[in-house]
């Protein structure tokens, strides 16, 4: 016997050792059990949220704008030629140039190269170059008009600004979203607690239940008082199985925003569900100085506001006479061609043009509607300051009422369940009735249930208050 188990036992070890170029397979870790906090909850959602994806997607969507427009200042290179095929001159000319465009005004400077062969007629005879061709280098500088502003760089400015609305509306959705985490979070835990609440008042009945038909068979308790407890029995129960049903949907409502890595829905198991009233706790929120400047809908009013007022610069510039100074440097190399000397010297041209609009009714009507836009936009911004602040002055006092409320609700919890327990403990001694032994249990779970609802208002109160204050370190944000 004993050499059949040391052979067996071999056999077993040498299957466990990999074969050579194997690898060892990983055992899967085991599901966590481990109660659902709501920083858990938050980071998921901060992670993995549809609507916190899009957002970022429209960020990425205004930076591609302000690409596209800062490509106006691009440098182009561009090419022409031209040759004579058929007739009395047989002239060709080819030619290069590059131009970009000043960052800081509305000119751009050149250069460029040409060479010519053959013969061109006598009003053609700019096309004539030396043999190795021609180069020049020269630069349009404006004056008046597109001085300080022009359509280019206002297109670069709006552009910017684009993104940073993008980027204030991404940080409101992600508030917007994670405010809706904490309810979601803190409704499953509220749910679970009175789920739990209600399955200790079960439990109740039915221990007595076995107790009570032990005294009916011996007689010492009329057979009425069972039918009694199994009538409570049922109530009770079918409000275990109400509370059942809101403590599924709550799983169900929670799963949109506690996602795993690949970004799908979860729905928490009830061995997930935090026993502790701590879990209520909510986020850790105060009312700041300074907060109605960090709240990214009125950041967005402030950026439209700065948006209206480069729109007002643009129109303001159409409004200005134009004055451009051009200046140019041209060099001929290389042998002489058909023309003569005078095209191997340096030149040098400067020159200018001037133009002033008369009416200009069009540039006066994009003046006054710019204005008019930052006027209404200014006007926005005082009121939603000061809705800001009453919003957060009443949620303050929201806080501190569900507060006292909670602790009222903590007290007369307590007070209930001293009751229902002496009321047990009379009723075991025969010194209490029926009736009065299932009140006092009921109102002692009532008192419970009511406490989890206090305490679930003050979690949500908290929430509102991080989101109206933008903190976005409560609302699990930042890292």
Known sequence: MIRHLVLLSLLLGSASV???GQQVAQLAPAPTTA?????????????????????????RVAEGRALTAAGAF????????????????????????????????????????RASRGSFPVYEEENYTSRLGEMKVGALYALLRDRLVDERRTRRTLAAGDIDIARFEREAVAIGVQRRAVDAYQNWVAAGLRLRAYRDLLELSERRRSGLSRQVELG????????????????????????EGDFQAAANALSLY??????????????????????????????????????????????????????????????????????????????????????NELEAIVGFRFSVPLQNRAARGKVA????EIDALQ?????????????????????????????????????????????????ELGSSDFFLVNQREETATDARVRLIDAQARIAAARAELAAATADRLALGLEP
């Open 74 to 113: 691009d440098t182009v290179f561009e090419v022409e030629g031209r040759s004579r095929t058929l007739g009395y001159y047989d002239g060709t000319n080819l030619g290069g140039r590059a131009t970009r465009p000043l960052g800081d005004n509305g000119g751009y400077l050149y250069g460029g190269y």
């Open 379 to 427: 006007a926005r911004s005082r009121f939603l300051r000061d809705q800001i602040a009453v919003e957060v002055d009443g949620i303050t006092i929201g806080v501190g009422a569900a507060e006292r409320l909670a602790t009222i609700a903590e007290q007369e919890r307590q007070l209930a369940e001293r009751l229902a327990a002496a009321e047990r403990r009379r009723f």
């Open 220 to 243: 010492a308790r009329p057979e009425i008082l069972l039918a009694e407890n199994d009538q409570n029995l049922v109530r009770r129960r079918a409000l275990v199985v109400r509370a």
């Open 35 to 59: 109660p659902l906090t709501l920083d858990e909850v938050l980071r998921a959602s901060a992670r993995a949220a549809p609507q916190i994806v899009e957002a970022l997607a429209r960020v």
């Open 369 to 372: 509607e710019a204005r008019a």
């Open 258 to 343: 506690y996602r795993n890595e690949a970004g799908e829905p979860v729905i928490v198991g009830p061995d997930r569900l935090p026993s502790r009233l701590d879990a209520l706790a909510g986020v850790t929120a105060a009312a700041q100085d300074g907060f109605a400047q960090r709240r990214p809908d009125l950041q967005t009013l402030l950026a439209r506001i700065d948006q209206g007022a480069a729109r007002l610069a643009l129109a303001e510039n159409e409004l200005r006479p134009r004055l451009d100074l051009r200046g140019e440097v041209g060099k001929d190399v290389g042998e002489e061609a058909p023309g003569g000397r005078s095209r």
């Open 18 to 20: 990999p074969a050579a």
